[in-house]
DNA sequence: TTGTACGCGTTATCAG
DNA sequence: CTGATAACGCGTACAA
């Protein structure tokens, strides 16, 4: 590989020149800036980024760090698209690092980014807890944002959307419609936002008091697999319930595939949390309704919020979005499902 | 950031010392070797990686570069899985970038991983084509290896599979069944991929001695959408086929979706072509089959063989994968669908 | 306008 | 076993 010392022998000129024509600062003479051009040409030359960023102490790259375990669903996909495309705007290099499948992985992930010298992190964390990260944020000079948790000490480093208030406001919309025996399926109970959008069901039936019947609550896994299962142990013990609440999209479509092999109409009403609008489209089944996550909104803030910080070095206060409930058709009230 | 030498001068010996203990190289007391760890406790030190790789000529980093187009369904979930795994046993760190939507963003993609120092890269092209893709080869000393291409000057640098073949292997099957009106949903033809299944599907006609009607051959571009305007356009001009291969999973999905709408009972064949198994398994249709590529043996070899390249040097040949068909259910001949 | 010389943080060579 | 010291490739004050 080239060097640009062999570039500046080449052109009859010093590193030192080279250099600024490379860089664009400092004046140089057009007839050696032509010569310098040359050279380049010639010998093939590319710029070596670890010796660049080790002199400039920057590098104009962004590290992003997503558990492997989140590699699935156009959430991702959404997630990824977004990114790339407003880092590209800003003219800055994405890095994607798996953090795999622990909190020390994710750790190490973002470790590796900061010891790679990037500008900023992002994470979107899966199995960190948030004082380990606030930690993490303290330790480091390097600005690390954190999308979809809310952390006690750095407010300004996170981004998130209210969970629970979203899931109340599912629950609420069927309990408006007359609902009250209201089944839920659960995400994985391990990750916040699991928890809050289960305990956003329990607050929507307490406020508007009805008793929380723990036989119509479902543990999944965010998977479809789980939402079918989710069904079939409801009907096999027998549970009534004329409205059904997943955690997400996936467990949402495996539940209408096994209310349908029920047989069980559906005026049993189902609403689904989730990201996105359901991947599925052309499956699209009647009476589904979801809640759409922020997650552009989210991730443009984020990738706003830390351009800020890198360039101006004002900090922006923290900020929180909301999901928004999709109807997809009238969620009527319906007859009451014995099953 | 803490450096080396501050370590150094923390724990009263040289930066020389310091390093030793870091990398394990070279004897020093365990005396020292224990001041020099608390130093490094107590200074929070990390090395720069940068300044590292500098020093070493060598990162333990392999990039990735995928366009965004690809950063959906099932497959690039599929493929990002296993690469992270696999680079994970392989105790090197991968990095994803963006290749995003034109050829000259690929190659840029692929300078940036390059002038980054990155051991190796691996690059799932969609714009740039077979010779651009040889003289980038031929220009750089770390190995670029191309998946889903058949290079012509670097046969041990690309690892495919017989796009062509599978196709046409899966019109076989129902031509052998009986049917010898089968449509064809094509994929976005300004991709190899798109151009060579469209191809498999000719030649297996051809080879049977069934002339290809250009009337059952609708255009596509990948997604599910096109899937059904697929089908829609046929039943709208009134064509006769009893069976119908759509280039990928998504576009099958639609079509399926379609021909229900349509009412037309599912004997009316249906074949797909894609990537994984369907990955909308709750939602599986009978009479649904599908041509598992083989994503995960493909980055397998891809990363063994990179690996082989960086660590022995020694250079093995190419070798190509097939497709396997996977039937869901009976494809029997069923009724003739006159649409 | 151009060149010299030093610094960036590590590794690696070579005396001691 | 340990410590100077020279690379690694590039940016940049400082001097000319």
Wanted: with cysteine; glycine share 8%; proline share 3%.
């Amino acid at each position: 590989m080239a060097t640009i010392l062999e570039v500046a022998k080449v052109a009859g000129v010093s590193k030192a020149t080279v250099s600024r024509v490379l860089s664009g600062n400092g004046y140089v003479s057009q007839e050696k800036r032509e010569k310098v051009f040359e050279a380049i040409a010639a010998t093939g030359f590319r710029p070596n980024l670890l010796a660049r960023n080790l002199a400039t102490k920057s590098s104009q790259t962004i590290g992003l760090v997503i558990t492997n375990t989140l590699y699935t669903g156009s959430y991702f996909t959404e997630l990824m698209q977004h990114s790339a495309r407003l880092m590209e705007q800003q003219g800055r290099q994405l890095l994607l690092v798996d953090g795999k499948h622990s909190a020390e992985e994710e750790r190490a992930a973002i470790q590796f980014l900061l010891d790679l010298r990037c500008d900023g992190v992002i994470i979107y964390p899966r199995f960190l807890t948030t004082d380990e990260m606030d930690n993490i944020i303290a330790q480091h000079n390097q600005p690390i944002l954190v999308i979809n948790r809310r952390l006690r000490q750095h407010d300004s480093y996170c981004i998130y959307s209210d969970q629970q208030r979203s899931s109340a406001e599912a629950v609420e919309q069927l309990i408006a419609l007359g609902h009250r025996d209201i089944a839920f399926i659960t995400g994985s109970l391990d990750s916040p936002t699991g928890r809050e959008r289960l305990a956003g069901y329990k607050a929507a039936l307490q406020k508007q008091g009805i008793a929380v019947d723990e036989g119509l609550i479902v543990a999944g896994k965010w998977q479809a697999q789980n939402g079918m299962a989710a069904v079939n142990a409801l009907v096999a013990q027998g549970r009534n319930f004329t409205a059904l609440v997943a955690s997400n999209d996936d467990m949402a479509v495996g539940a209408l595939k096994a209310l349908a092999q029920h047989q069980i109409a559906v005026p049993a009403q189902v609403a689904v949390i989730g990201f996105d609008d359901i991947p599925l489209a052309p499956f699209t089944i009647p009476a589904l309704s979801s809640v759409k996550m922020p997650v552009t909104e989210m991730i443009q803030e984020t990738i706003e919020r830390l351009i800020a910080m890198l360039d101006g070095g004002e900090m922006r206060n923290d900020k929180m979005f909301s999901g928004e409930l999709i109807v997809r058709e009238s969620m009527g009230p319906g007859p009451h499902n014995n099953l």
